[in-house]
């Protein structure tokens, strides 16, 4: 992997990642490919909408189908035929999240799959190994991600732990690998600094801030955001881990974060709930039965160049499986145009202009919600 | 609509049905597309995988988004976005298969939405006059699909009640839309060939077989396909509807078909059953878990070429949307690729040994079912 920094307009920075599956223009926006497909999409789709990277979450991966068969089938790329970079998590959040009877040891986590109620052990070594196996291009360490609200001790036990199992492992040999550590310390400023010090001084490829956007107020996650980035190297690719609000995302640039993903795009358009230049919209509101304009008529995806907001709205409720496809395309483009339009704003030093006028649609009402 | 027939073997028979929007090749597979959409697919995937024609349920878009809405899109054309020509089915077989509370009178039938309950009235000028706002290039006379069984007085009643409502379609002016007449007669050889003549000496521009494949005996089908087709004219399309078995196919075109629709490649596709040149297989099978070769290493199709059974039955457990789609388009390419041979097979004078040889592998035991 490597890190260019291309220009800085404030701590805003526009950079690109280089691997030899393909390079990323950051600051990027990662689609959450859970079992390594985004929902609905193709391969090819998910490319031509903009994507240069994808993420995919070990412990879903890891249960089904396993990574002995991913790692037959070439690694992740080749399972599911997407032949540009993947980042993988390390499995760590989905354990303290969607796995059921948890028993935390020092050397990892018990758990029972959410899927068939069968016992599984992971800790560092395992959670990187599943990761060599499934052969993302950037793997994650494995951490505990804080719960909100947490006291100042557990957070700092917390914090220990995953500092002692960031060290377990760095110590893993890789091959083609980047590796990621993971800044935890939750709400707490020093132990934000504690976790970046301790962090940093183990010398990974990049740096994830985690821990945030698990339910505090808005105002906190910012702050946190503002506090914590630019104690971060400025020569590593920084991520901001499952933050994928638009506000969010142009606060967190401000500070010099590179890498974002969030199920935010493509779970919305599941749900009918449409991004547009005008703010959002859902398409399950009745106005739009009989309304032959696209989405977005400033929109140039395949989505607003084919179909109506009527027929979108027909396929919404008859329960067509399109429906998911075609808003999915939708929300997509509309994130990663954000995106370019966001790295031309930096490398024109008009960042500041740029987030203004965005903050100000994106807060705007949702349409029909 | 012009009708040119290339060749015939015995009564089988290749032709060109030619509409301003493009030409059909039959014997000719017509994909459902119930509510405007072959499900999970967009318009560019359907034509890829060999679709010439889609049929439409007028019954479903009548109901919903309605023929008003359709209509101000510029007919189902424009809003689907499917550029190629459309057959719509007369709304008659769903308004006695799906809706509620049926009430049968001379000028059509009372029934209930199984949608909201609502209540709605369609006979012969309802259903023409609902087509020509939905604009297909091919419609259908509105009749009665008989049930089976039926006695032989409820099966003349209702062909008596088809033969009428077809004279009051074929009254209706029509510009730029084909009209074909519809066939009952229930499983009675005599009312059959009294419908093929009260059907035909009004003149239509095709013909349709309706009232088979719906719970008789295979050998009753086959018998009355092979009685009632040889009936029709020669010189007009002959559609069998409803019917997509293989070895109903077979038999049909044998004995004259040209036109075929039926959920059954969509359908399986969906619920995991797969066609393949050696029988069917269902990906649900545990023995494909791991199994990295494509479905039908003899196929061509996106999904052969780009997936593994391994990702496919992944896809299938995780119950992933993506998993519909590429199976549907599996499943289409077999049925579209059966019907190129099947065409050369009878331009060249060997459809007997093709239907011979395809018998026997159609009638294979699906594997893992």
């Known amino acids: 992997m490597n890190f260019k920094i291309l220009h800085n307009d404030n701590l805003a920075r526009t950079a690109i990642l280089e691997f030899p599956r393909g390079s990323i223009q950051t600051p990027a926006f990662m689609p959450v490919g859970t079992h390594g497909t985004v929902k609905s999409l193709s391969p090819d789709e998910l490319h031509q909408s903009g994507a240069e990277i994808m993420l995919s979450n070990t412990y879903h991966l890891y249960l089904r189908p396993g990574s002995e068969v991913i790692k037959n089938a070439g690694g992740l790329h080749g399972f599911v035929n997407w032949q540009h970079p993947i980042l993988t998590d390390s499995g760590g959040f989905q354990v303290f999240s969607l796995a059921k009877l948890r028993k935390i040891e020092e050397h990892g986590v018990w758990f029972q799959s959410h899927i068939d109620g069968s016992s599984h052990f992971i800790g560092p070594e395992e959670s990187i190994n599943i990761q060599k196996a499934l052969g993302a291009d950037i793997i994650m360490a494995f951490d505990e991600c804080t719960p909100y609200p947490s006291t100042y001790e557990y957070t700092e036990k917390s914090l220990e732990l995953t500092t002692s199992w960031a060290a377990k492992c760095r110590e893993i040999e890789l091959s083609n690998q980047s590796l990621f550590g993971i800044i935890q310390g939750g709400m707490y400023k020093d132990l934000r600094e504690r976790s970046v010090s301790e962090i940093t001084s183990m010398g990974f490829d990049g740096y994830a801030v985690g821990g945030l956007s698990v339910g505090e107020p808005k105002e906190m996650m910012h702050d946190l955001i503002r506090h914590t980035v630019p104690l971060l190297h400025v020569d590593k690719p920084r991520y901001l881990m499952g933050v994928g609000d638009i506000v969010d995302i142009l ?62 709205s027909h396929l919404y409720h008859s329960k ?45 009402l949702p349409q029909g919600v």
Chains 1, 2 share one sequence.
């Open 320 to 364: 067509e499986i399109l429906s998911m496809r075609l808003n999915t395309i939708h929300n997509l483009h509309f994130y990663f145009d954000f995106f370019v339009k966001m790295r031309q704003a930096i490398n024109e030093n008009t960042f500041k202009e740029f987030k203004s006028y965005h903050e100000g649609s994106a807060l705007k």
């Open 251 to 312: 606060t967190a640039v401000e500070a010099g974060v590179d890498m974002f993903d969030c199920v935010m795009p493509t779970r919305n358009a599941r749900n009918g709930t449409l991004f547009t230049s005008q703010g959002r919209m859902n398409i399950k509101q009745s106005s739009y039965r009989s309304d032959l304009s696209p989405i977005d008529s400033s929109c140039s995806c395949y989505t607003c160049r084919n179909f109506s907001r009527a027929y979108l």
